[in-house]
């Protein structure tokens, strides 16, 4: 037990910077006097190129906030760009303050006494500092324009990235790149065709020629029995020979959907099933997409098909409702709902 406490006192004498050894005054005694302020010691320095580096470097950090907003704005998906440039932003910020208070503001050394929570003398003596403060100081208007930049441009670049709460303020959300006739292709860009498509299997597709990176571009492709089908009405032409297409980005939390449920033997096993498996949300293709079992809150959206003159599996429309987490849909659906 010692041990340890002597571990311990080695530590906090290592970051204090304090030694063990040194004595300990008595409780009892009075505190050492501390020596008076005296004005007279502070040290002002005027330096007109350390306040032009100041101001320069401030003009430089609000140069570099402005660029991570515009290009977050712009470009948003640019991870490292947008790091970098509030990073250097926060670099010249703090860069400037060094040299502020190394070069320009006016430097005291002094022991303050802490004996009593509040003198009077000492609050007129940090008034006079505040007042001080600026002793020295000949280009202010410059430094003042530059700090107000700075603080207003990174206000700004702080409060940008609230675009990416909801879609209200960025239509490319309810956008996908599906529309008549594009045919959907596997990850080498091959097309698909009807059968190419076994029942029983769990099929990727992309849109032909299209970004696949896009929100709205991945998606889940299956073959059922028609007879078995229980498609909402109006979608009796959207799963052509018992082909459906649905996205493949859970409307829960924007998860994959990647796994399929299919019954081996019919007497004792579920129904088809698309699953999540991040929480579990559980989709019926049968049904439209129906949500079985899960925190989603809405069924999985589903892709109208058709077969083109060529025999391709191809769209027949975009989706008729949003595609992505739910969370994302803070703002009415342009698209309306689904049918």
């Known amino acids: 037990m010692r041990l340890l406490r002597r571990i311990w006192q080695l530590l906090v004498a290592f970051f204090l910077g304090r030694r063990l050894k040194q004595p300990v005054q008595p409780s009892g005694a009075p505190p050492a006097p501390a020596p008076p302020f005296d004005p007279s010691k502070r040290e002002v320095r005027n330096s007109p190129r350390a306040e032009r580096a100041v101001a320069a470097l401030l003009w430089v950090g609000a140069a570099c906030a402005v660029v991570f907003a515009i290009r977050y704005v712009v470009a948003g998906r640019d991870t490292q760009l947008l790091g970098l440039t509030i990073g250097l932003c926060f670099a010249f910020l703090a860069a400037a303050a060094v040299v502020a208070g190394k070069f320009v503001v006016p430097q005291e050394t002094a022991v303050e006494e802490r004996d009593q929570l509040l003198r009077e003398q000492e609050v007129e003596e940090v008034g006079q500092l505040v007042d001080e403060g600026a002793e020295g100081i000949s280009r202010r208007k410059l430094l003042g324009a530059a700090g107000v930049a700075a603080g207003a441009t990174v206000g700004a670049a702080l409060v940008v990235p609230a675009a990416s709460i909801g879609p209200a303020i960025d239509h490319r959300v309810s956008e996908t790149p599906w529309f008549p006739g594009r045919r959907l292709v596997d990850a080498?860009?091959?097309?698909?065709?009807?059968?190419?498509?076994?029942?029983?299997?769990?099929?990727?597709?992309?849109?032909?020629?299209?970004?696949?990176?896009?929100?709205?571009s991945s998606l889940v492709v299956v073959k059922l029995p028609q007879n078995t089908l229980r498609l909402p009405k109006g979608r009796e032409t959207w799963a052509p020979q018992g082909v459906l297409a649905y996205s493949k980005v859970c409307p829960h939390a924007g998860c994959a959907v990647s796994l399929?449920?299919?019954?081996?033997?019919?007497?004792?096993?579920?129904?088809?099933a698309f699953t999540c498996p991040c929480h579990y949300s559980t989709f019926d293709p049968a049904a439209g997409g129906k949500l079985l079992f899960g925190p989603a809150g809405r069924a999985l959206p589903q892709l109208p098909l058709m077969v083109d003159a060529e025999g391709y599996l191809a769209a027949q429309r975009d989706f008729p409702e949003d595609v992505g987490p739910s969370w994302l849909l803070t703002k009415r659906n342009p698209k309306g709902p689904a049918k």
């Open 260 to 272: 399929y449920r299919y019954p081996l033997y019919q007497p004792t096993s579920a129904k088809p």
């Open 188 to 216: 080498k860009g091959k097309p698909y065709r009807p059968e190419d498509i076994e029942i029983g299997t769990f099929y990727t597709a992309l849109p032909q020629d299209a970004d696949p990176d896009d929100l709205g």
